[in-house]
């Protein structure tokens, strides 16, 4: 039985209600319904609970301001969101909408299709168009919502509505940062991502809510890039989903299901590692257009973009309300982001060098090797052929070490710190810390895996230390 059929069956015995809004458009898209958005003449409140008592789940109100509330199906997660009709009709409901597309509704018990704006044949026409200028007055964050629909329905909008978007887009950022977030988010999980980024950056969306990736027009990169920064980081971009989807061609079957199944462990913010990593691909490269410089030679740098981007990365975050786990993650990736690269002249790698790299980048170990391969397969500029075999290469042989350290937790040493400070007869301080950290080290390149050879590896060390 389907969630519709269950609200429907939950409230078969009330009236004044219908279906509205997104439910009806994906409906008759034929997608699968996963939500159900209601509209009633009834108390929201009294709606909700006798959902949430069917449907074995919580309820809340949803917004104070509108008294929505939300019923939430325990067993699959679907929500069915239920709000007060606006107006005296529901016809009057549906022109307070924002697009014509989710200006329709049905009777909850099944009827004829509500379209007193055309939805339905915009939805033939795979068209977005605006319910006039006064849709975006309404609720500023309905600019937003534009892009997000195009990039998740493959629509575009009619030429009006792109002008009034357009007028309205500075306007989006009075909608409060989580709202913003929230459409965000969706557009970057969306499978016309790139569509939608690009919708947003040129009806002036970006540069109202993401101003440090708008920011990366026009900055001119070096001979080893064909693009600017903004080109090249929606490159990267479109280079990670690529990489999703080919992940065994890239790093062979045993590792790609390994790293599948990383990238599928819930994150923060509703997002997933992988999905989380398609923010990384657009913030990495912030901090660039604050770091550019000109060499004597002519040669154009970005020294330090990498740790100016991690603060740039962090402040974005708490402006837009992420959480702290997920501004960790995003902040990680752009702090680290080029470190595999400087390795690639340094192969074969000795085994310090590999934990030093996975202990440096850790806890993003993982996610960063896969976006370095991104940002290395979106850098097409002089001698990119040779370059970029020799990164994926090297990046195929950090992937498995990565994998391996983020399964294991990262190596141990092989000695306890409490009996290291009884052998050694030192106090529990900074320098057990420094011995501690090198055997750890020692522990992951073989050289003192065992207790004895640990304590005698801390000994030579410590004499070494000492005057």
Same mark, same amino acid.
């Given at each position: ?63 104070? =301001? ?50 007193? !704006? ?21 609720? *500023? ?15 575009? *909008? ?55 990736? =708008? ?16 080109? !090249?980081?929606?490159?990267? /971009? ?9 992940? *065994? ?5 045993? &590792? ?16 997933? #590692?992988?999905?989380?990593? #398609? ?19 002519? #040669? ?32 990680? /990736? ?41 940002? #290395? ?42 009996? /290291? ?6 106090? *529990? ?9 090198? &055997? ?23 004499? !070494?230390?000492?005057?």
């Amino acid at each position: 039985m389907s969630v519709l059929e269950r609200v429907r069956g939950a409230l078969r015995d009330r009236g004044g209600m219908w279906v509205v809004g997104g439910t009806v458009r994906d409906a008759e898209l034929g997608r699968e319904l996963r939500d159900i958005d209601l509209a009633t003449r009834d108390d929201p409140e009294a709606v909700a609970r006798s959902l949430a008592e069917a449907l074995s789940g919580p309820v809340f109100p949803l917004s104070e =301001a509108f008294g929505a509330w939300r019923a939430v199906e325990r067993e699959s997660g679907s929500v069915c969101d239920v709000s007060p009709l606006q107006g005296d009709s529901i016809e009057a409901d549906l022109s307070r909408r924002d697009f014509t597309v989710n200006a329709m509704a049905r009777p909850l018990a099944g009827g004829k299709l509500v379209d007193p !704006h055309g939805g339905r044949a915009d939805l033939e026409a795979r068209l977005l168009r605006v319910l006039g200028p006064t849709a975006y007055e309404d609720d *500023p964050l309905r600019a937003l919502r534009l892009p997000r629909l195009a990039a998740e329905l493959g629509f575009a *909008p009619d030429p009006d509505t792109e002008r009034l978007t357009r007028e309205a887009a500075a306007g989006v950022s009075e909608a409060s940062p989580e709202r913003v977030f929230a459409e965000l988010r969706r557009i970057v999980l969306a499978e016309g991502v790139l569509e939608g980024v690009a919708m947003a950056d040129r009806l002036g969306l970006l540069e109202a809510v993401l101003p440090e990736l =708008a920011g990366l027009h026009g900055v001119e990169q070096s001979q080893y890039h064909h693009l600017d920064v903004y080109g !090249h980081t929606i490159e990267v /971009l479109a280079r990670q989903l690529e990489l999703e989807g080919r992940l *065994p061609e890239t790093f062979g079957e045993e &590792l790609a299901a390994r790293l599948q199944a990383v990238l599928d462990e819930p994150l923060a913010d509703e997002l997933t #590692r992988g999905q989380a990593l #398609r923010l990384g691909a657009l913030v990495h490269d912030v901090g660039k257009p604050a770091t550019r410089g000109v060499r004597p030679d002519g #040669r154009i740098t970005f020294i330090g973009h990498d740790s100016v981007g991690e603060g740039m990365v962090r402040s974005l975050c708490r402006r837009l309300r992420m959480s702290e786990k997920l501004s960790r993650f995003l902040a990680g /990736l752009t702090r680290h982001h080029l470190v595999l690269g400087f390795l690639v002249h340094a192969r074969p790698l000795p085994r310090e060098m590999v934990y030093r790299y996975l202990d440096g980048t850790a806890p993003v170990e993982v996610e960063v090797t896969l976006l370095s391969c991104a940002d #290395r397969l979106a850098t097409r500029g002089k001698n990119a052929e040779p370059a970029i075999a020799a990164h994926l290469e090297l990046g195929r042989e950090l992937m498995r070490e990565a994998l391996d350290w983020r399964a294991s937790g990262g190596p141990k040493p092989a000695v306890r710190g409490d009996e /290291l400070a009884r052998e050694l007869q030192i106090e *529990p301080g900074p320098e057990l810390g420094q011995l501690l950290e090198q &055997l750890r080290e020692a522990a992951f390149t073989g050289t003192a895996t065992t207790r004895e050879a640990a304590l005698d590896f801390a000994r030579r060390l410590r004499d !070494h230390r000492e005057p």
